[in-house]
Nanobody, 125 residues
């Protein structure tokens, strides 16, 4: 069983930055496929950035060049560095995990077995 817990959300003005963290716990003898999703009210959940077991990354076009996903294995923590934030980045952000992937699929939320409760990001203009 893998447990995930996000933090780092908040309110920021457009153009600002935030760093989200996701602490994950589970069997320590394996790595995981880790992804950040987001969901705004009345919209579908959208994959934002993913990190495969071998370090391969994948980004949504809407955030490429502005967001960076990374992982600190010593701390069992996944990060999402978000720069040049826009109002349209406002959403609840979730981290999710699956057992294994090479290039993390961002369009298949049902590919991920474990989810955190989410952290809210609000970007104001």
């Amino acid at each position: 069983q893998v447990q995930l817990l996000e933090s780092g959300g908040g309110s920021v003005q457009a153009g600002g930055s935030l760093r989200l963290s996701c602490v994950f716990s589970g069997p320590v003898d394996r790595t995981y496929c880790l992804v950040w999703f987001r969901q705004a009210p009345e919209t579908e959940r959208e994959g934002v950035a993913g990190l495969g077991n071998d370090g391969r990354t994948n980004y949504a076009d809407s955030v490429r060049g502005r967001f960076t996903i990374s992982r600190n294995d010593a701390k069992n923590t996944l990060y999402l560095e978000m720069n040049s934030l826009k109002a349209e980045d406002t959403a609840m952000y979730y981290c999710a995990a699956a057992g294994w992937c090479r290039t993390p699929p961002l369009s298949q939320a049902n590919a991920y077995d474990w989810w955190g409760p989410g952290t809210q990001v609000t970007v104001s203009t």
